[in-house]
């Protein structure tokens, strides 16, 4: 987000399951398959930005894909994270 600007986020629905498409900026995820990897969005090439709020219970997040460090995340409290292009690994926000 740019500051003074407005920022349009898009959001979608998916169910968890071990792959992941990053298709939107704030994903909702349904059930509790443990999620281990996530597909950029925008591809590799670039960092961004991804919200994941879980909304039908706990969630994990496992490291044996493209996410860098495993966490259970807890249903409606939304989750940050960062793909960096550098690591080819998404980066979770220390507050979770």
């Known amino acids: 987000m740019i500051p003074?600007?407005?920022s349009k986020m898009t959001e979608s629905t998916v169910a968890s399951a071990a792959t992941v498409y990053a298709k939107?900026?704030?994903?909702?995820?349904t059930?509790?398959?443990?999620?281990?990897?996530?597909i950029p969005g925008l591809?590799?090439?670039q960092?961004?930005?991804?919200?994941?709020?879980p909304v039908s219970g706990a969630l994990t997040l496992?490291?044996?894909?493209?996410?860098?460090?495993?966490?259970?995340?807890?249903?409606?409290r939304p989750?940050?994270?960062?793909y960096s292009k550098t690591?080819?690994?998404w980066l979770i926000e220390s507050g979770v």
């Not at 989750?79 to 960062?82: E, G, P, Q, R």
């Open 24 to 29: 939107t900026d704030i994903m909702h995820v």
């Open 87 to 89: 690591a080819q690994k």
């Open 4 to 6: 003074g600007s407005i």
């Open 62 to 76: 496992g490291t044996s894909g493209n996410i860098a460090v495993g966490v259970a995340l807890v249903q409606n």
């Open 79 to 82: 989750a940050i994270l960062v």
């Open 47 to 53: 960092g961004q930005f991804l919200v994941l709020n």
């Open 43 to 45: 591809g590799t090439a």
């Open 31 to 38: 059930g509790s398959t443990q999620i281990n990897t996530i």
